[in-house]
C-alpha cells in the first residue's frame, strides 16, 4: 500500500501571492487533515476534510482554504501570503470509524520572502 | 481534548529500554491515548494507541495506570532511529473530527 504524498517538498514565495500545496491519501483512506508545523513547534491543526466537506478547523484565517476530490486527494491553499506562514504543512489521512492512527506525509516546506 | 503533560527531554543508552511518561488527568471516559513521533524531518509517525488496557504492537508498549490519568510509552531496545520527538495525544477515536493536539513533545535522544 502506499502512503501519504505530498507535493512539492519546497516552495518559496513572495508576500502576498497565493500557493497551492498537494496530498494524496493513502489507499483506503477517505478523511484528510492539514497541519502547519513552524520551526521548533509542534504541529498545529489546520483543518480536516470528509467526504469532501470541511467538518473540522483549527483557528486559522479563511485565507486557508482546501479541498478534497473524490477521488480523496486534496488541496491546501493559502491566499495573501504572509512572512508567518512559513512553516512545514503536513498532511494526514485516516479511515474515519476505523480505529486507528493517521498517516502523515513528509510536509511541503513553504518558505515566504 | 484532554490535555497532555510530557517531560521536555530524556536520554537513552542504545539497547536499553526508553520509557516516556505521560501525564493526562482529565482524560474522559471516550478518550484514547494516541503517541506518535516525529523524526527530524519527517512527518509524524503513528507508533500506538490505547484506551485502557495495556497494548503491545511491533515498534512500543503502552502501559495505561488503572485510573487512565498517565501512561508510559516502551521501546524495549532503543536504537540511534528512536532519536526522535514523542508526542502524546489525547483523543476521541474513531469520529470524523479527528483534530490532533499536538504539545511540544518530549525529544529523545538514543546515545551510542
Known amino acids: 500500500e502506499t502512503g501519504v504524498t505530498q507535493s512539492p517538498t519546497h516552495l518559496i514565495k513572495t508576500r502576498g501571492q497565493q500557493v497551492t500545496l498537494r496530498c494524496s491519501s493513502q489507499?483506503?483512506?477517505?478523511?484528510v487533515s492539514w497541519y502547519q508545523q513552524a520551526l521548533g513547534q509542534g504541529p498545529q491543526f489546520i483543518f480536516q476534510?470528509?467526504?469532501?466537506?470541511?467538518?473540522g478547523r483549527g483557528n486559522f484565517p479563511p485565507r486557508f482554504s482546501g479541498l478534497q476530490f473524490p477521488n480523496y486527494s486534496s488541496e491546501l491553499n493559502v491566499n495573501a501570503l504572509e512572512l508567518d506562514d512559513s512553516a512545514l504543512y503536513l498532511c494526514?489521512?485516516?479511515?474515519?470509524?476505523?480505529?486507528?492512527?493517521?498517516?502523515f506525509g513528509s510536509g511541503t516546506r513553504l518558505t515566504v520572502v | 481534548d484532554a490535555k497532555t503533560t510530557q517531560p521536555p527531554s530524556m536520554d537513552c543508552a542504545e539497547g536499553r529500554a526508553a520509557n516516556l511518561p505521560c501525564n493526562h488527568s482529565?482524560?474522559?471516559?471516550?478518550?484514547?491515548v494516541y503517541w506518535y513521533r516525529q523524526i527530524h524531518s519527517q512527518g509524524p509517525q503513528y507508533i500506538i494507541h490505547?484506551?485502557?488496557n495495556n497494548e503491545t504492537n511491533e515498534m512500543a508498549s503502552l502501559i495505561i495506570t488503572e485510573d487512565r490519568k498517565s501512561s508510559t510509552l516502551i521501546l524495549p531496545h532503543a536504537t540511534l532511529r528512536d532519536t526522535a520527538v514523542y508526542y502524546c495525544?489525547?483523543?476521541?477515536?474513531?469520529?470524523?473530527?479527528?483534530?490532533?493536539?499536538f504539545g511540544q513533545g518530549t525529544i529523545l535522544t538514543v546515545h551510542p
Open positions: 490505547g484506551l485502557k
Open positions: 495525544i489525547v483523543i476521541i477515536s474513531g469520529t470524523s473530527y479527528g483534530k490532533l493536539t
Open positions: 489507499s483506503g483512506h477517505n478523511t
Open positions: 494526514a489521512s485516516t479511515q474515519t470509524g476505523a480505529n486507528y492512527g493517521y498517516t
Open positions: 476534510y470528509y467526504r469532501e466537506e470541511e467538518n
Open positions: 482529565t482524560i474522559s471516559g471516550n478518550e484514547y
